[in-house]
């Protein structure tokens, strides 16, 4: 099914000179093949950047070869995916779900992709806390996978982590997790091999563990899930990924379509004066959002594991990768209002920001007034004493030395030799933050197999693997992770903790004043950061950065907690 | 065309001067963490005296750049932009009778400038900005009295942030046949 095909044309160079559209716009269609025949063949990624390409970058593609699950197979063999539906279930309950593969309809075509229990997103898994459930997971796709429960502290064995807490589920195989739910908020699922491919094709869902405590949360008049995502396609379909290892390794693929709950047309009903809590989940391999509600004034709960010190009015929400967030919004007055991601991207080649609004979505407020107003309860930001009080037994390690440091890095061989003059050239400026595909061309010909993604313990000498943290239970451990921005590409980094939870207690030497327990959480490019982490979980787990294609090029280390 | 000559040659200026950037994170070895609320050293701003005012020929300072608080770590605002807290230090200064120094931001199109506030006895203030480009400029005032919407006395110091360093590839290296007519340049 999965043709590996890898062609080269060689264009002329007559056709090599890059001519300006419109003064700004930049066509290179034309300097890619395709399709030939019924081989899957690389083609240039959409640029919509008004930048000239590098000449000698014009005839290049990946060293590794093209893939695309699915190509070539007709679509009407797969059934079409559904919206996600909510599964209540109760202590002691199992879930049968699959990974399969499926037809999917984005802004209007139709695509093979991926699904957990035919849905889009995968089943949202609904519980409440200290529950433990049972899903028994069948792999019907042609790769091999497994399920990583993001941000629960379960039991080692059900991480999901290939190699080191179970072998891959092959096709047609199942694997039962047991799942647990210690702590209140929003989680979710995704596979943990060749996630690149596999989360981007649809494989994701939430779990949403319910507080046992009656007014946990501030009221609202709704929840909503809202699962922030991109994908990127052309006029001929998805872009291929890498066979042997991922594209896009510097940056992450960023996608060119955006999608709210995996439609592009997201729209959401509601009344006058409401107060609508959003569960936002961030999906996306590498793409950080900052999402507005088109003014409406928002008020920011709980993080990844837990509520906030105190509730926070804020005027955007960052989210990245597998990050997430509760926030109440309060649609104050009738009329629509647009959610967006907002943001200042970077155009290189003019040395620019260039702000970019990218419609997500709309709220619809009717004329009619909620019945039930919590205007009052939304605009008063309550303090959470509750955790208030379970953070002060943390309080007096808030500044002790750092128990382990790590520097982020990137090493880098084989990669053309003008993208290597390029980034020498381009390095005066590096932002904290890459908001979109800044340099579309040359992160796209970047492969895992020539950029190494290094998480470095400076102290020991040890990269990566070869990193050996010894932890026990009941260890309350301190890290600082410094971004370098000296090394060859320095980019933010969502870096995850598997089975713990942590807390980020400072920003480049400045005491965080609104804490909540985090699982993972962004390292600007420059910055230091600060993590404190609650070792409470047995087990052989691994922490990384989040973006799909820097974990598969490396940014990764395991560590040993005993009993 | 010439609006930009001004910010460009701000910025070539800046560049000759040099960045101080050379510092590495804490090793860990202290036994108490210090919690020194100090920016990326890649981001902080030299400020390069003028030369000009009397009593501050040799003045040093820089500006630390972090971000505002936020709940997501990195603080930005609605439409994209960080949003910093700069905190500028000033030494090597004798203020005559009267005289106070104030640090203010501004656009490299020095078409909008706003006040950081004057500094204080140890030399010192701290101010928010959130444009992504921009000048910071510290310049001698009167010791008393609102500041002014933008400043009256000469400057005695200026940097710009990192950002600047980043500037128009149309016309230079690989791209030096680029037209930068067609790029706005």
């Known amino acids: 099914m999965h043709v590996r095909f890898f062609a080269l044309l060689i264009l002329g160079s007559s056709t090599l000179l890059a001519t300006a559209q419109d003064g700004m716009q930049m066509d290179h269609s034309q300097h890619m093949n395709m399709e030939m025949g019924d081989s899957l063949v690389w083609r240039m990624p959409p640029m919509d950047m008004s930048m000239p390409m590098l000449p000698d970058l014009m005839d290049d593609v990946p060293i590794v070869g093209p893939m695309l ?297 009717s004329e009619n007034s909620i019945e039930s107003s919590l205007t009052d309860a939304f605009l008063n930001a309550r303090e959470n004493q509750d955790i208030q009080q379970e953070l002060d037994a943390y309080r007096q390690y808030f500044d002790k030395a750092p128990d382990h440091t790590l520097r982020l890095s990137v090493r880098v061989n084989n990669l053309p030799l003008s993208i290597m003059r390029m980034m020498e050239i381009d390095t005066l400026y590096v932002p904290p933050m890459e908001w979109n595909d800044a340099m579309p061309m040359m992160n796209w010909l970047s492969s895992g197999e020539q950029v190494s993604w290094l998480l470095v313990e400076d102290e020991t000498g040890r990269e990566g693997m070869d990193i050996d943290w010894q932890w026990k239970v009941g260890d309350v451990v301190k890290i600082r992770i410094f971004n370098d921005p000296k090394s060859f590409h320095p980019m933010n980094h969502p870096f995850h903790i598997h089975g713990q939870r942590y807390l980020v207690t400072h920003m480049d030497g400045v005491p965080n004043p609104n804490m909540a327990w985090k699982d993972t959480a962004i390292v600007p490019v420059g910055s230091t950061m600060d993590i404190l982490v609650d070792v409470s979980n047995p087990g052989v787990w691994m922490a990384h950065c989040h973006i799909a294609e820097h974990l598969h090029a490396g940014m990764m280390l395991s560590f040993t907690v005993t009993e | 065309m010439s609006r930009f000559i001004l910010p460009v040659a701000v910025l070539i200026l800046i560049s000759s001067a040099g960045w101080t950037t050379d510092h590495s994170p804490d090793s860990g070895s202290d036994p108490v963490c210090e919690v020194i609320p100090i920016g990326p050293d890649y981001y902080q701003i030299d400020l390069v005296t003028t030369r000009k005012v009397s009593g501050a020929r040799l003045a040093k300072g820089f500006g630390d750049v972090t971000y505002a608080h936020s709940p997501f770590g990195v603080a930005i605002s609605p439409t994209g932009t960080y949003v910093y807290d700069i905190s500028v230090q000033m030494s090597n200064v004798t203020l005559a009778e009267g005289k106070s120094l104030a640090a203010w931001v501004t656009t490299p199109q020095l078409d909008s400038i706003k006040s950081l506030g004057r500094l204080d006895e140890d030399m010192r203030v701290r101010g928010q900005t959130d444009w992504n480009k921009f000048l910071l400029v510290i310049t001698l005032e009167p010791d008393s009295g609102p500041l002014p919407e933008t400043w009256s006395g000469p400057i005695v110091s200026r940097g710009m942030s990192r950002s600047g360093l980043m500037h128009t590839m149309a016309g230079h290296g690989p791209f030096e046949t680029e037209p930068c007519a067609v790029f706005g340049y």
Do not use: C
């Not at chain 1, 699922?189 to 869902?205: F, K």
């Not at chain 1, 609202?220 to 998805?238: F, H, M, S, T």
């Not at chain 1, 959002?289 to 005027?315: C, H, M, P, T, W």
């Not at chain 1, 649609?331 to 609004?357: C, D, K, L």
């Open chain 1, 69 to 365: 699950p699915g190509f070539g197979m007709d679509l009407s063999m797969f059934a079409e995916a559904r919206p996600s539906e909510i599964i209540d279930m109760a202590d002691g309950d199992t879930l049968h779900m699959d990974a399969s593969l499926v037809r999917r309809t984005i802004a209007g075509q139709e695509y093979v992709m991926m699904a957990y229990g035919g849905m889009y997103p995968g089943p949202l898994i609904r519980a409440d806390r200290d529950a433990k459930v049972i899903v028994v997971f069948t792999n019907n796709i042609e790769m091999p996978t497994t399920v990583h429960w993001h941000g629960l502290r379960l039991d080692n064995a059900f991480d999901g982590v290939p190699g080191v807490t179970q072998d891959p589920v092959l096709t047609g195989e199942s694997f039962t997790y047991e799942l647990k739910f210690p702590d209140t908020g929003m989680y979710w699922y995704h596979p943990h091999m060749r996630e690149d491919v596999q989360q981007d094709l649809g494989l994701y869902g939430n779990m949403l563990v319910d507080p046992l405590e009656d007014g946990f949360y501030s009221p609202a008049n709704r929840e909503v899930p809202l699962v922030l995502d991109d994908i990127l396609i052309d006029a001929n379909g998805l872009v291929p990924f890498g066979d042997s290892a991922t594209t896009h390794a510097l940056m992450g693929r960023f996608g060119n379509v955006m999608m709210l709950n995996g439609v592009t047309d997201y729209n959401l009903d509601v009344e006058k004066g409401e107060v609508v809590r959003f569960y936002l989940t961030n999906v996306a391999n590498t793409r950080t959002f900052n999402l507005v509600f088109g003014g409406a004034k928002i008020k920011i709960l709980a993080g990844d594991v837990s509520k906030y010190e105190r509730e926070q009015f804020v005027e955007s929400v960052v989210v990245a990768p597998a990050e997430r967030y509760i926030v109440d919004v309060y649609f104050e007055e009738s009329g629509t209002y647009e959610i967006t991601n907002s943001i200042q991207a970077i155009n290189h080649f003019r040395g620019i920001f260039v702000p970019e609004t990218h419609n997500l979505g709309t709220v619809t407020v």
